[in-house]
Every structure is written in C-alpha cells, then in structure tokens.
C-alpha cells in the first residue's frame, strides 16, 4: 500500500486501485487511450482480477509507470470501464480511510466499499423520479399583475385564444403560491381538479410538466418536536464558548472532552455548536452509538435546521440511504447524523464533528473492515483542521485520561438542567433475597412494591436486563449437559413466543425438544431469564399496566422502535422493559422509577473492560429516572453488593469509578498505559488454525528483537468456537503503537513467507472487548 494518496496527474497513463478484498496492497493497471482524460481519483472502475471483474477504487494517478512496481509492463492489465463522471469518494474520505486501513491494520479497499452507502452499485438502486409542474409565464402579458390579477380580471389569452377556466386559474393561483413548482399530483390535490386542465396548460405553453428526481425522505411523515428557546445555564454557556471559540479559528484542530451528568444538558450545547458551525460557513457531524437514538436527535435537529439535516444508518431503506447521501455529497444537507458508518459521509469543510456517549463500544465495528468510528471522527476533524467534541455521562477510560494529561480540553457539565437532583439508588442484596423465599427469584419485593407504588401515582417504570431471549440456557437435570449450538462453543438461549433455541452469535435456530437429545431424559430445566421472561411476569403480576418489550427480538422491523418510544413517550405505556437499548440517550420526564436486573451479568466476563462497561451501563440507565418535576429513584438487583463497580454507579460517581479502576490498569498494563493488538486465528479445521498460529508466534518473535512488545499466546480465545471456526488468539502490549504496528507488519510479512495463510487471521488495533 502506498503510504499517500499521489496527486492528482494529467491524463494519466497508469492507475493505482484498491480493491475491495481482504488484500494489504494497490494493483497497478494500465489505463487505454481512449480512457485516458476520463479518470480522477477517488472515481470507480470495472477492472479485472484473475478471472473475473471487479469494482475497484483509484486511489493513484502516474503518467509513468511507478518505480515500486515489481511486475513485467507488459503484463500490467488495462481497465475495463470508468464507472463514474465524478468520483463518489471525496479527496478528504480517501485520506481518511487510508488513514483508518493503515491504523486498524486493516484493508484499504474494503475500506473504501464502507465508506459508501450499500446498494449503491445495485442496478435496483436507482433516484426516485416524479411528474412535477412548473410555472413558465408568472408576470408576463397576458397577466399583468401576475396570475391573481389575470384570475380576477378573467383575461383572454389572445384574440383566438379561450380565456383561462376557473380550473386552470386555480392551478397557477396555487403555483404562484409555491414559487411557481409543485409535483404533478400535489397540484392535482391541493387545487382539487382532474389532469386535463394541467395538460391544457402545459400545451399552452403556459406552464412546463417535466420529470425531476425526488429526494426519498426518511423523515417525510415525522412529527417534529417544538423548538424551545432557553438560556443556557453558566456551565453550558462556558461549554458552548469555548466549543465557538475553537470553530471560529478556522482550519486549526482541537478536541473536547464534554463530561456532563446524565440531563445536563449536552445536547443543547451540541446544536448550537452546529449553528455556529454553519454560520460560519461549514458543517457540521453528530454520531450517535444506537439506531435507537437516531430518531430523536434527527427530529431534534430537523425541527432546528430543516433540510440542512440528513441521516445516515442502516435502518433506512436501500433506497433512503442512497438519497440522504446523495443530499450530503450535492451539498444540499450540511449536518449528517449516523450511527458510526457516517463518519464517512461526504460532508465538505467540515467545521465540527460530535461524537455522542463516546463511551459506547457500538462505536466498534467487529468484522472487517475494522475501526473505531470515535476515533475515526477525531481524526477526521483533525485532517480538516475542524473541532471534535466528545461527549458523555460516563466517559472512556482512554477519553477521561486523554482530558487529565491534556490531550483534550475538558468540560464539565456537573448539575442537571433546571436544579433537579440525581435520581437516589439503592442496591439490593439479592443473597438476602434468595434467604428469605429459599430459592431464585428475578424480581425483588422491595422491586415490586416499587412498580406498584411508581403505577400508582401515574408515573412511569424502565426494567432493564441485559439479556434476550425468555431463558438463558436449557439444562438437562438427569446427564447434566446443556443444549448447545452446532456451530459455536455457546449454550442456546430459549425464546418461548416461537418455541426457538438460538444461538444469539451465528443466528442458528431449532425447535425446542420435548427431551433431552443427549439421554432422551424428559426433565429439562430452563435456567436464567432475558427480557422475555421478565416481561412476561410482569405481565402476570400487573395485568393493568401497559407494557413493552424492547430488545432486538422485539424491534427488528423499521419503525418499530420509534413507535414504541414515542408511545412510552406520549404516555400510551406505563412501563418499558428492555436491554441497553433503553439505557441511554432517551428523555422521558415521567419516568421516576428504574430497576436493574441480573447486573452481575458484566462483572462475569472475562474482560479487561467488564467493571468499566457495567458502571457505564447502570449510571446511563439510571439517568433515564427523574428527568422531570418529579425525583427519581434506582433499584440495582445484585448478588455482588461490595463490587466498587456497583458501589460507585449507585452514587453516579466518575471520578471515584475512575480513581479506583485506573489503578488497576496501570497495574496490570492495561490501556490507557498500554497499547493492545487482539490477532484471533480462525478456521474450521483445528488443526490449521493451530499451525497458522504457531507460524505466526515464531515470526512476531523474531520480529520483536527489541522486546518492544510483550507477546502472548496463543491460546484459545474465550469464545473458542463461532460460527463453525476453532479461535486462537495471540494478544500484543507495548507502550508505543508505532512499534507495536511495525512490529506487527514485519511478522505478518515473514509469517506470509513461512507459509501461514493470511486469510485465517484478523488483528484489531485497540480492541474494545478481548473476547
């Protein structure tokens, strides 16, 4: 791979692509005679690859052939076809992914394919087109004062012209009122009248019906909220100063760290940094980590700068997608809001990027092509010379250490709006709970006493869990085996509505058995509950309350999950019960209870990240309480009340949480000290995986003569087995990324010589989760 994107040439002679393979370098091609003028970087070409074709990416232009190219001249082949006028992908989106494959040791093509949105090389992907009207003639003669005037006078076109009917006047009256352009059928509509007196007209030559594409708008039927006008409180206004300060000292970098409670306020402080962004002539991003949340802040900022807004995540249609990026490369929309693909939009001049709960490890993307869209967004604003600001209730630990030793500003947005209070919480021993009733239960008393109180006084309850499915396992109590999936080293999770075992990382599904397929023993025992059994016994014990599940059983469908929420929004719910879809980002003022179950369930895996993401998740959770006049109050289920996790969450309290955790990092080398590489080796034969492994421990070795790495494994990974592949993983600490990168490169190169099959092994540069 080249280590930068060469200029631009005149009519170049030679073209560098990437392809869109799981391949760590460019392919050099020969660009035809009568090609030659036709191509520009960043533009698609149909080129062919061994014995097919394929759709590649220019990211070289050379009029001679480039010195590093190790290939015969007359066996470099010539491309097929130039796909496109102008390149889809902008000069500042090739940078970034070269930047992003070469950081995440990933790959540059596929890179590229991400950047853009799916189905855009689809023949079924096409803009979506309607009849419009336009009106030609608007104050010349015969109208005189316009079109009102000719209306009321009822003036004849010419002497062997008829004069215009009350149909016809009706429609240019209309027109006239819509700037002179409408769709076909809206004219039709709103004047109340057939086709032939617009077909009339456009005979005439009075008005023009043509075709025109229209935008697809995923937002089109959306009620938009109320614009509220307040003045910013003290911390939000020093926040916003700064942030308008930094935007305003054009085309120079600085990252922010926005640490705000939960309802403090962040996103106020957010819109009118884009605001100011726009005013000053550039534009502006928000990431969000949820598609859940998208609907929200979308509407938000919609209500706040119209058009100016498009959105960008996988639950639009092919079709929407194709045209909010389309909207975003034309220039019609300034602010782009997404899930973590839309870091590549195409926005220019970007002033401002947000990146909303920062924290959040959705933020990853864990199959290839690999990248974190947080740190993507800082640096995409730091090739921009733009600003980044991150923002969360419970900071990274990497973001809260970067802002300590001043790699990003801070600011602090301690209080919520309005002076209401954190919501109170209160841990409950579920040992204490299991001594009183001899067994298991899910729900406490002290939770249901609660839930009746909270319905009572016509406020509303969020049950969180962590989990899906109806039961977490399916245990045989005569053999004493679980009932496991075929493909993955995992138990199945029971899911009682169709009567399914699946398996929640390959998706197997099979019938629930009526006995045990290891010993045909009828004494199955389901163990554990998700987000099904819980709703269901709630159901049970409070028939007069409406509830809804939400988890992505529940919400799989398009417009599932806004329906939902504006409902519980609205009051049409009494209680939602749910994952951590429901744990962040959401506003619901009557919401004055929150209970958490099974929150033991992080604190269990085997990860450096586990203390860290069950305090993120309980304190996010419980900021959805008391929002509104009234206070709100916490229920945390625990069987493991001492863990300074829990402790700390029940309080809200970061820096106690972060004084105590970054102990342990440091102790143990872990980020934010150290910098980690996950290498997974899978394949379906054991056997492969393990030689591949072997070859490539043997070539990191010789590569890290300086120990400026410290290499384990490999070992087999704690999922062993996914979807059909045996896992081995080899883990990397050093303090420098540079030498951690290079030590890896050699060692992949020299693996590749020794014969290890590159295709098995993926590496992650700063895994989220070791997994």
Not at 450 to 469: C, D, S
Not at 472 to 482: K, S
Not at 739 to 758: K, S, V, Y
Request: proline share 5%; charged share 25%; with cysteine.
């Amino acid at each position: 791979m080249t280590s930068s994107v060469p200029v631009n040439s005149v009519h170049p002679k030679y073209v560098e692509a990437a392809l869109p393979l799981p391949l760590r370098r460019v392919f050099t091609y020969r660009v035809p005679e009568h090609l030659q003028g036709m191509i520009k970087l960043g533009a698609r070409m149909t080129l062919p690859f061994g014995r097919r074709n394929m759709t590649g990416y220019a990211v070289g232009l050379h009029t001679e052939l480039p010195q590093d190219v190790e290939i015969d001249e007359s066996k470099i082949k010539d491309i097929i076809e130039v796909t496109d006028d102008e390149p889809l992908i902008t000069p500042e989106i090739l940078k970034l992914t070269q930047w992003t494959a070469d950081y995440y040791a990933s790959f540059w093509g596929e890179m590229l394919k991400a950047s853009l949105p799916a189905g855009i090389n689809s023949e079924k992907v096409r803009p979506k087109r309607r009849k419009a009207v336009r009106l030609i003639q608007q104050s010349s003669p015969p109208y005189e004062g316009g079109v009102a005037a000719a209306s009321a006078d009822g003036v004849v076109l010419s002497a062997t012209q008829k004069p215009l009917t009350d149909d016809q006047i009706k429609i240019l009256d209309l027109l006239k009122a819509n700037n002179g352009e409408m769709l076909f059928t809206d004219v039709l509509e709103q004047a109340n009248v057939g086709a032939s007196p617009l077909n009339t007209l456009a005979k005439r030559g009075i008005v023009e019906v043509y075709i025109q594409d229209v935008d697809r708008d995923p937002l089109k039927d959306a009620k938009l909220p109320e614009r509220d006008d307040f003045t910013l409180t003290a911390e939000q206004q020093s926040a916003f100063d700064a942030i308008a300060t930094a935007i305003a000292d054009t085309d120079k970098f600085k990252a922010f760290l926005l640490h705000g409670v939960t309802g403090s306020g962040k996103t106020e402080v957010y819109i009118r940094a884009m605001r100011h962004a726009l005013d000053s002539g550039r534009s502006a991003m928000m990431l969000v980590p949820e598609i859940a949340l998208t609907p929200v802040f979308s509407r938000r900022l919609r209500a706040v700068f119209g058009s100016e807004v498009a959105i960008l995540h996988s639950n639009l249609s092919t079709g929407e997608r194709y045209d909010e990026w389309r909207r975003i490369r034309r220039g019609d929309a300034r602010i782009a809001i997404g899930t973590r693909s839309a870091v590549f939009a195409p926005l220019e001049n970007i002033g401002l990027v947000i990146v909303d709960e920062e924290h959040d490890p959705s933020y990853r993307q864990h199959e290839s092509p690999f990248y974190n869209a947080r740190d993507v967004g800082v640096m995409r604003a730091h090739l921009a010379g733009a600003v980044v600001v991150l923002g969360s209730a419970t900071p990274a630990m990497e973001s809260f250490y970067n802002a300590q030793t001043g790699k990003y500003t801070y600011l602090r947005l301690p209080d919520r709006i309005g002076g209401r209070g954190l919501a109170t919480a209160e841990l409950i021993d579920m040992r204490d709970v299991f001594k009183r009733f001899g067994k298991d239960v899910a729900l406490s008393p002290e939770l249901l006493d609660a839930i009746t109180e909270t319905h009572a006084k016509g406020e509303q309850v969020i049950i969180l869990l962590n989990r899906r499915g109806f039961s977490q396992f399916v245990l045989c109590r005569t053999c004493g085996e679980t009932l496991k999936c075929p493909n993955c080293d995992i138990t199945l999770t029971f899911h009682r509505g169709d009567n399914k075992l699946l398996c929640h990382y390959c998706n197997h599904r099979e019938r629930s058995p009526k006995v045990c397929p290891h010993c045909q023993s009828e004494y199955l025992y389901f163990v554990g509950e998700g987000t099904e059994n819980i709703a269901d016994q709630l159901t049970k014990k409070f028939p007069n309350m409406r509830i809804a599940r939400v988890d992505r059983d529940t919400m799989a469908h398009k417009g599932e999950m806004e329906d939902v929420l504006l409902k519980f929004a609205g009051g049409g719910l009494d209680m939602l019960v749910g994952t951590q879809m429901i744990a962040k980002g959401h506003d619901f003022p009557n919401v004055t209870l929150v209970g958490v179950i099974s929150v033991d369930i992080g604190l269990g895996l085997p990860d450096l990240r586990s203390a860290e993401r069950t305090f993120q998740l309980i304190t996010q959770v419980a900021g959805r309480a008391g929002r509104g006049k009234r206070a709100g109050k916490v229920l945390i289920q625990t069987y493991y009340p001492e863990h300074y996790a829990l402790r700390y969450a029940k309080d809200q309290d970061y820096d106690a949480f972060y004084k105590e955790e970054i102990k342990f990092r440091q102790r143990l080398g872990y980020p934010p000290f150290f910098v980690l590489a996950s290498v997974l080796i899978k394949h379906r034969d054991h056997a492969y995986a393990s030689k591949n492994a072997n070859i490539l421990r043997r070539a990191l070795d010789e590569a890290n003569t300086s120990r400026q790495a410290r290499v384990l494994g490999p070992a087999p990974a704690s999922l062993f087995r996914l979807k059909n592949e045996f896992r081995l993983q080899i883990i990397l600490k050093g303090t420098s990324r540079r030498n951690l990168r290079e030590t890896l490169d050699i060692a992949l190169a020299g693996a590749e010589h020794d014969g290890c099959d590159l295709r098995t092994i993926n590496v992650e540069i700063d895994p989220v989760n070791l997994m």
